[in-house]
């Protein structure tokens, strides 16, 4: 398929919109103010002060990741965006299929975010009629049922969907016009595969496990997690010695924290264009880190956390 | 009053006498078994009080990793991962006799080769933490239901056996001794009244043989 016509100009007002944009977010100052806030109940006030709608904390959430999409889709970020949906797509995916599986109602679970409405996932999945669907989905499906078949574990079923929703993200990034962002993609790929490392040798799994769930497509090669795998369990920060994401390694942090802290450091130095696309993919994820972070601001105090550990699990 | 309803006879003497020996061997007995119930129960209580303390504080780390995967992840993200899931654990109920009371024992039989019902994307190692840390409480959480299920049943049992004791102790034995001095009482009466009769037949057959 051809790249789309890309004209880095075109975007001039996107980006100045997004620059005047960013001065809203929740940056340090403005999650402390949350943080301090005496309540959970309390912190969501001050959220509807600054703008953020909804009535509960999950519906606040929701809207500004929906009012997020929107702002990008209509700012001409849709190409992009095909890359950040695809999750949802195999979210939806993923509920349709285990709420088949074990007969319960899955719909409250579903994320009207995807590349392909949820109505019509829903309606390819329960019909068995997948015309609308693309063919790394058509083939996961399929895959999906049979694997379930043979050995009924709903994991193997989420490795293939997301083997599949890698393969769909590798796929728009090869039509994304510019260069800044298919960077940032691998470097999420590489966080996903080095988290999955770890997770998976704490599992005490095989070799051959690995190989199934790491990504294709980023910056480290799938064959480096097969052959660390079997490394001693404290030599983490050896085996990454030769990549970009040793210096996460040698921090006191949790791991996944940095991961994530680094990634959105690679991000911010990107929000500096003038020009092009990348800037409002840059906004598009310092946004999604923002609602991450309230959404751990609410919870956690919610439930009675201290602002010192809540601080603690902040990203970016 | 239950004394007035007793035939004064040698026959109920003889029955009562019996009926006492029996109350109070049936007391000492009683006695005996609560006091190993208590002994029994006591011990149950120390274990199942630190068993608690134990699964309650892994319990609350279970919930705070749980809290934070819940944090970092979406809501739907977090119901999805885990509305399959894969770990089965069968549940056998046997009992065991402890002083004639049958206390549940539960037996499982569990499949943890694997735990994880989700795929790696979108989900946190907060979560794995989480199941995996409550599948390892799980035998301990069933072991609590087995000793605070068996606690209880004790604590009726002892409850019971207190009360026959004391009905025993209170009630029957002294209600026996009652009758028994009543019987003997009315059957010494008797005797000195049949005794005092006999003599007053004497002494008017000497008056009658003298006036002759």
Not at chain 2, 138 to 167: C, F, G, M, Y
Request: charged share 30%.
């Amino acid at each position: 398929m051809a790249k789309t016509k890309y004209k880095e100009l075109d975007y001039t007002y996107a980006v100045a919109r997004l620059r005047a944009l960013e001065n809203n977010l929740l940056e340090a100052n403005g999650l402390e103010k949350l943080l301090s806030a005496a309540s959970a109940d309390e912190a969501a006030k001050h959220l509807q002060t600054i703008g953020w709608k909804g009535g509960n904390f999950e519906e606040m959430l929701q809207s500004e990741l929906e009012g997020l999409f929107s702002l990008i889709e209509s700012l001409g970020g849709g190409e992009f965006l095909k890359t950040q949906r695809v999750k949802y797509d195999y979210h939806n995916l993923k509920v349709l299929i285990k709420s088949e599986l074990t007969k319960q109602n899955g719909d409250n679970l579903i994320m009207n975010l995807g590349n392909i409405g949820a109505d019509i996932i829903k309606n390819a999945v329960i019909n068995r009629d997948y015309r609308l669907l693309s063919e790394d989905i058509k083939s996961a499906i399929a895959l999906a049922y049979e694997q379930y078949a043979r050995i009924s574990d709903a994991q193997a079923v989420d490795i293939i969907f997301d083997g599949a929703l890698f393969h769909e993200i590798n796929e728009y990034v090869k039509e994304l016009p510019e260069e800044k962002i298919p960077v940032l993609i691998k470097m999420q790929i590489d966080i996903h595969n080095i988290k999955t490392f770890i997770r998976v040798r704490k599992m005490g799994k095989s070799v051959g496990f690995i190989e199934k769930v790491t990504a294709a497509g980023g910056n480290i090669p799938r064959e480096f997690y097969i052959e660390n795998f079997n490394a001693p369990d404290n030599q983490d920060a050896g085996v990454f010695e030769h990549t970009p994401y040793r210096k996460v390694f040698s921090q006191d942090e949790n791991l996944e924290l940095s991961l994530d802290n680094m990634f959105m450091e690679e991000v911010k130095a990107t929000r500096f264009g003038a020009f092009g696309i990348a800037p409002l993919a840059a906004y598009f994820w310092m946004k999604e880190n923002e609602i991450r972070n309230v959404r751990i601001i609410l919870i956690c105090k919610n439930a009675g956390i201290s602002e010192e550990a809540i601080r603690s699990r902040l990203r970016g | 009053m239950a004394i007035a309803n007793v035939n004064p006879t040698r026959m109920e003497l003889t029955r009562l006498k019996k009926r006492l020996v029996t109350a109070r061997r049936g007391h000492k007995l009683l006695k005996d078994k609560r006091d190993e119930l208590m002994k029994q129960f006591l011990e149950v209580v120390r274990e199942n009080k630190a068993l608690r303390e134990s699964v309650e504080s892994r319990l609350g780390e279970v919930y705070d990793n749980f809290l934070i995967a819940s944090a970092i992840m979406s809501r739907q993200v977090l119901e999805q991962s885990l509305m399959f899931p894969k770990y089965r654990a069968e549940v056998d109920i046997k009992t065991k006799n402890i002083m004639s009371v049958n206390v549940p024992v539960f037996e499982t039989d569990e499949n943890k080769s694997d735990l994880y019902s989700y795929g790696f994307y979108g989900t946190s190692q907060e979560l794995d933490t989480s199941v995996n840390r409550l599948s390892g409480l799980l035998p301990d959480l069933l072991r609590l239901a087995e000793k605070e299920k068996s606690a209880q049943l004790l604590a009726v049992e002892i409850e019971k056996t207190r009360r026959r004791v004391n009905a025993l102790e209170y009630v029957m034995i002294p209600q026996f001794e009652d009758k028994i001095k009543f019987i003997k009482m009315k059957l010494d009466e008797n005797e000195r009244s049949s005794t005092i009769r006999l003599m007053k037949v004497k002494d008017m057959m000497i008056q009658e043989a003298r006036a002759k």
